[in-house]
DNA sequence: ATCCTGTTCAACCAATAGGTTGAATACAGG
DNA sequence: CCTGTATTCAACCTATTGGTTGAACAGGAT
């Protein structure tokens, strides 16, 4: 069960049910039995979704009576959008310099037909 | 297979051999051989990778003599930013909201047990 | 002590993911 | 036409995932 840290909270978030419980968690913190009341799964299932969310860090849990609060962490969103940003803007900006070098070019020397529109006949 | 396609893009992206790729496509477009190479496993190993990444809208083939040279299309990123910042924002503003209440409390109302330091005796 | 509520643990099951090997297809070059 | 290169398809294997049921544990209430 070693799996980097970003692989664990992307794939914490390739579920549909666990993103929606994220999303209600921005909302406010919610016990178990909260959280698993609109889902068609039992109240272990959703546990055991909540601990794939808790090993991801992206939750954490009190402790108050028998009741054990979840509450969202979003700290670790930023380890998802630092490594996106990251190559997003790498791609965009080889992009804009192909894209250069495309308009740069005598109008029909058409590298290889890569996403170009209009070359006007 | 009609998983929806955010669930596709993050679960695309919990493979650090998959997040590899990316990064690498970043940088340059490859072919299958071009992109296998660094990775110690088959090639076809490498190709039902990239139909990951290309069910996920994550790239795209292109086709020239015999080679299907890979392209990173990296606007399927914004679904997932959106999605994130969205409830990264929810949750932030949550946070503030409380922060302030708690701030204009009396010192030791201390409605419940909830992260807050150095209330003073 | 007993009971009720909230939550988890354990064993099990079917489906999927990631990997393998081996055969098939696609096409450029002699 | 035959060969070599680039890539995929198909069948198979194993581990993981998301779900289930049933039993266990924790702690307030009676």
Redesign the pocket.
Known sequence: ?P?DPLSRVF??L??P??RDMVARLAVAD???????AP??????????????L?EAGLVT?G????????HLEAEVFDLMTKWIDRYRREAEERYRRLDGVLRAMPDDTEASPTRREGARP
Do not use: G, I
């Open positions: 069960m799996a794939s914490a390739a579920d049910t666990r919610a016990t178990v039995n909260e959280l698993a889902y068609d799964v039992t109240l272990q299932a959703v546990s055991k979704h909540l601990k794939v808790e849990r402790r108050e009576a028998q009741r054990r609060p979840v």
